[in-house]
């Protein structure tokens, strides 16, 4: 009987050693997906983005001229089947209007832009951000809204009210693709509206 205490509390301790390695272990392997992750993470430089208002006739013009780079671990995008880059526009009023934008071959898209940088013209170079080697890739492209009113006068004085609004954001989502969706990264920027005379 007096071995069977002394045995007991041995047991115990050795089952706790046990389970802290097994936690461990687990742990290491949560790293690895960390890292993966981390290389397919993308950074936003959104700066204010410009929409130019025009009148012809009696329809309302107004061109949004899309001006995003993204940053991305060259790992990362060597590692990436695609990159996605969407815009949300209902923070601002051009959610109101219909809009065309080209496709990669200049062809016009109704209410539609591919969100798949392969598919769209696209600037990457080599830069440095914090010592750290990234890639950076810019999207330059319109965004041509139109509305047609009844006459001139009212499509101008539309065009007049845009030009006042000060508060709009437009929203970017842009995430990696490599035999899964990685997480997205989110950014928001301000609309600045310029009437063309």
């Known amino acids: 009987m007096r071995y069977v205490k002394l045995i007991l509390p041995v047991l115990i301790l050795i089952f706790a050693i046990t389970s802290c390695k097994k936690t461990g272990v687990s742990s290491m392997k949560n790293a690895a997906i960390d890292t993966e992750v981390l290389i397919h993470e993308i950074k936003f430089n959104a700066p204010i983005q410009y929409v130019v208002t025009s009148v012809s006739g009696d329809t309302l013009k107004m061109i949004y001229y899309e001006n995003v780079s993204l940053f991305i671990p060259p790992n990362g995008l060597n590692l990436s089947y695609a990159l996605h880059l969407t815009q949300d526009f209902s923070g601002s009023l051009l959610k109101n209007f219909n809009y065309n934008a080209y496709d990669q071959y ?5 209410d539609w832009a591919d969100d798949n940088l392969n598919n769209v013209t696209k600037t990457i170079t080599d830069t440095t ?8 890739i810019t999207v330059e492209r319109p965004f041509i809204f139109s509305k047609v009113y009844n006459n001139a006068q009212l499509a101008t004085a ?9 508060t709009d954001k437009i929203s970017f989502s842009s995430f990696a693709y490599f035999g899964k969706d990685y997480p997205a990264t989110t950014t928001s920027t301000s609309v600045l509206y310029l009437s063309l005379k």
Do not use: C, F, L, P
Not at 106 to 110: E, F, I, L, R
Not at 129 to 136: F, P
């Open 106 to 110: 200049g062809d016009y898209t109704y």
């Open 129 to 136: 951000i914090n010592g750290t080697a990234m890639k950076n």
């Open 158 to 166: 539309e065009k007049d009210s845009v030009n006042t609004v000060t």
